[in-house]
């Protein structure tokens, strides 16, 4: 049984940093792309960052360059979102999920926030105040 378990989650004021990380079990986690997900209150799941099998390539979506950073620990069968300099509009639910290997970060996190295929966790809440 494949299980994705996200924490970290939190109220932070602007400014700050969080951490969240994704385990994975049941799942041949180090051949599949990872990527991290959010949906904001009222609005529609948004891809935030994704990274290969390889744990090189990897793609974020613009409003987060420079301020997030996923990584992989293979060992750990975890996967990790650094947030830094979070902004209130950083608001939202934040999901893992997993699904298929990929070459290409940036087309992948598109399909999977489109479709919400694969397998995905239940989510950790993360909440940013002026």
């Known amino acids: 049984q494949v299980q994705l378990v996200e924490s970290g989650g939190g109220s932070v004021q602007a400014g700050g940093s969080l951490r969240l990380s994704c385990v994975v079990s049941?799942?041949?986690?180090?051949?599949?792309?990872m990527g991290w997900f959010r949906q904001p209150p009222g609005k529609g799941r948004e891809g935030v960052a994704a990274?290969?099998?390889?744990?090189?390539?990897?793609y974020y979506t613009d409003s987060v360059k420079g301020r997030f950073t996923i990584a992989r620990d293979g060992a750990k069968n975890t996967v990790y979102l650094q947030m830094n300099s979070l902004k209130p509009e950083d608001t939202a639910k934040y999901y893992c999920?997993?699904?298929?290997?990929?070459?290409?970060?940036?087309?992948?996190?598109?399909?999977?926030?489109?479709?919400?295929?694969?397998?995905w966790g239940q989510g950790t809440q993360v909440t940013v105040s002026s």
């Open positions: 049941g799942y041949a986690y180090s051949s599949f792309c």
């Open positions: 990274i290969a099998n390889d744990g090189d390539n990897t």
């Open positions: 999920a997993t699904d298929t290997p990929c070459a290409a970060a940036g087309a992948w996190l598109s399909f999977m926030a489109r479709t919400a295929s694969g397998y």
